[in-house]
């Protein structure tokens, strides 16, 4: 990709508000200027003037060529591909309006997101309403495009009525090989309130309706991907080649969610295929091993808004839990909270240093007690704020902890223990990669403007990986000191040398 002639926005339309008219087909003008290569020029020349499904395909294909990309190039293509299913939303395409709600909640939970994140759940529900009226609105259609079908998967056997596809195939015009990533990304719904909340006539009852209004009236989507066979694997050996083991576990549940997706064709409301969700893992390692950046990694790699509980240290329920009516503070329980939040009913809850949070029995609760009450009754758990069942059986859990024996044994038999082993010093060069792609990303900088790692430094910080018993906490602080040192001599050296800074 032509990296000098991206427009510093048009990757980052699918950001904007909603347009019509000369606005969208300006967009679409300014998007297929951007040179990718051959194939998508000529799909993106033929999109300006087309109609929803040109745009779309286009979206689509370089969505999903940001899988197999550099970590730059891949943003740039992913941030391309929203834009054009962004065009595709705005001339009324139902799937692309869903994936642009799905992709902006997730950008919301972004440790830096691009806009404030009030603005981008309240895009994503836009979006998702966009999308719930173009395909409700609709009337029924007659054989295998309308009727009535019942779920697959968790909380199958609830009958609804499935809105007609704008496309027979949803994945048509992409390539091959894209067209399963194409079909994973399309959400399934869920409906995690059956019978709405308790008291809805009080005056707390009123306004909690009105908060978490995201959660009634019907089924909200369930987001995430399915990364592909092998993908996962792939990942793990260029980033956490010490963790295999963790790999191996999430390959496998990938490839169960990949077969109980096949043959089904996605639906731009209620999705197809398994619905993206983890069984509760706990990773188990020293500090500084990386569990809380490796959970955080997992909710990325499978399209997940993740959402982060420091459970360390706290003497009740740590947040976990509802806050009860009657209080000014309150609210329902955190995945709740998170569906809300980010539009869907599968979030991640990171359940951070679980192994030193309060234990069952104290007068305030504890965060072991709500855990375990949450998976144990997952498909009706009682929220006591809302005063009513919610279903949240598609919500994924990953416990953190440096000893798994200081869990609660029934909370402890719900998690399926992954022990992350200390990185060897051998793993020192793949983790600096990992480290500096990450601040490539976060800084939004060109690689080739980023200061280099010597032999010299990469010895240097051999011995300092040694010398702290193999933190990579101290590393990443050591790593950023570098840069910035470098970054300090780098910008004097322009100074003296009589160039000017942009």
């Known amino acids: ?6 427009s510093p926005r048009v990757d980052e339309m699918w950001l904007e508000p909603h347009a019509a008219g000369e606005g969208v087909r300006n967009a679409a003008a300014a998007l297929a200027g951007v040179s990718v290569d051959t194939l998508f020029n000529r799909m993106a020349s033929s999109a300006v003037a087309g109609g929803p499904d040109a745009a779309y395909a286009v979206g689509m294909a370089l969505v999903a060529s940001a899988l197999d990309a550099s970590p730059v190039e891949g ?12 065009i595709a939303a705005c001339r009324g395409h139902v799937a692309a309006a869903m994936e642009i709600g799905r992709s902006l909640s997730a950008e919301s939970a972004a440790e830096f997101p691009r806009r404030p994140q009030a603005d981008l759940s309240s895009l994503a529900q836009h979006w998702f309403n966009v999308a719930t009226a173009a395909g409700t609105d609709r009337p029924a259609a007659a054989g295998p495009i309308g009727g009535l079908r019942t779920g697959r998967g968790r ?19 992409l390539p091959r090989e894209s067209r399963r990533s194409a079909s994973a990304a399309f959400p399934r719904g869920k409906v995690v309130l059956r019978q709405g909340i308790g008291d809805p006539a009080s005056t707390e009852g009123t306004a909690l309706a009105k908060r978490y209004a995201a959660l009634l009236g019907g089924p909200i989507p369930c987001v995430g991907r399915v990364p592909k066979p092998g993908e996962i694997m792939a990942f793990f050996e260029r980033k956490w080649p010490w963790a295999m083991c963790v790999a191996e576990h999430l390959q496998s549940q990938a490839d ?27 990773l188990v390692g020293e500090p500084g091993s990386g569990k809380t950046r490796l959970a955080k990694a997992i909710g990325d790699l499978f399209g997940l808004p993740r959402v982060l509980v420091p459970c360390g240290g706290s003497s009740d329920h740590g947040g976990l839990a509802a806050f009860s009516r009657g209080w000014s503070t309150a609210r329902a329980c955190a995945p709740a909270q998170a569906m809300a939040e980010h539009g869907c009913a599968n979030p991640l809850m990171i359940l951070d240093e679980i192994d030193k949070a309060s234990r069952p029995g104290g007068q305030n609760g504890s965060v072991m007690g709500t855990a375990l009450s949450m998976m144990e009754e997952a498909q009706e ?4 704020c809302l005063m009513a069942p919610i279903d949240l059986s598609a919500v994924t859990f990953i416990g953190i902890a440096n000893d798994e024996k200081l869990l609660e044994s029934a909370l402890l038999d719900r998690f399926d223990v992954q022990r992350i082993p200390r990185p060897k010093s051998e793993h020192v ?13 976060r800084l939004g900088i060109h690689p080739s403007a980023f ?19 193999g933190s990579l ?26 160039r000017q800074l942009n």
Do not use: C, N
């Open 1 to 6: 990709m032509d990296a000098e002639r991206l």
């Open 451 to 469: 200061p280099k790692t010597t032999r010299e430094d990469l010895k240097r910080f051999r011995d300092l990986f040694d010398g702290s018993s």
């Open 381 to 384: 758990y009682h929220d006591s």
């Open 429 to 441: 060069p793949v983790i600096l990669e990992a480290i500096r792609d990450d601040v490539i990303e």
């Open 256 to 282: 169960l969610l990949t077969l109980a997706g096949l043959g089904h064709s996605a639906d731009p409301i209620y999705g197809g295929g398994a619905t993206v969700t983890i069984e509760p893992i706990l």
């Open 75 to 86: 943003t740039m293509h992913r941030g391309l591909g929203l834009s054009w299913l962004w």
């Open 155 to 173: 909380g199958a056997g609830i009958p609804r009525v499935v809105p007609p596809q704008p496309l027979a195939d949803p994945a048509r015009g």
């Open 473 to 498: 906490r101290v590393l990443r602080k050591a790593y950023r000191r570098m840069i910035g040192v470098k970054a300090g001599l780098q910008l004097r050296d322009d100074m003296d040398g009589g």
